[in-house]
């Protein structure tokens, strides 16, 4: 067998994921919240369908499925983070004591 033969032939090879069955609700999840993490689509298979899956699994397959319907991960903006006017003094502080002054 030719090494274009072996190609064509591994790439027509179609392996079942232990997951296909639960291609619809995850479609769904991805469809209605694009910003899901695999982490997350893997916890909500393990409470509602009680499936034990390797986290590289649940990783592959939703990566198949967002490629295979062109749905892109949308990512939450990222926040600012700033400094907070500080409001009340250590001594004004009504539930910590005023630190002992030596």
Same mark, same amino acid.
């Given at each position: 067998?030719?090494?274009?033969?072996? !190609?064509?032939t591994l790439?027509? =090879?179609n392996?079942?994921?232990?997951?296909?069955?639960y291609?619809?609700? =995850? /479609?769904h999840? /991805?469809?209605s919240?694009?910003?899901?993490? !695999? !982490?997350? =689509?893997? %916890?909500?298979?393990?409470?509602?369908?009680?499936? %034990? !899956?390797?986290d590289? @699994?649940?990783?592959r397959? =939703?990566?198949?499925l967002?490629?295979?319907h062109? *749905? @892109?991960?949308?990512?939450?903006?990222?926040r600012?983070?700033?400094?907070?006017? +500080? *409001?009340?003094? %250590?001594?004004? +502080?009504p539930?910590?004591?005023a630190p002992?002054?030596?």
């Amino acid at each position: 067998m030719s090494p274009d033969e072996y !190609a064509q032939t591994l790439a027509s =090879v179609n392996k079942l994921s232990a997951l296909a069955a639960y291609e619809p609700p =995850v /479609l769904h999840w /991805l469809e209605s919240y694009p910003g899901m993490s !695999a !982490a997350q =689509v893997g %916890d909500l298979l393990c409470e509602k369908y009680k499936i %034990d !899956a390797a986290d590289r @699994t649940v990783r592959r397959f =939703v990566a198949g499925l967002r490629e295979k319907h062109g *749905i @892109t991960k949308v990512e939450a903006p990222r926040r600012e983070y700033e400094e907070l006017q +500080h *409001i009340v003094s %250590d001594d004004e +502080h009504p539930f910590c004591p005023a630190p002992a002054r030596v």
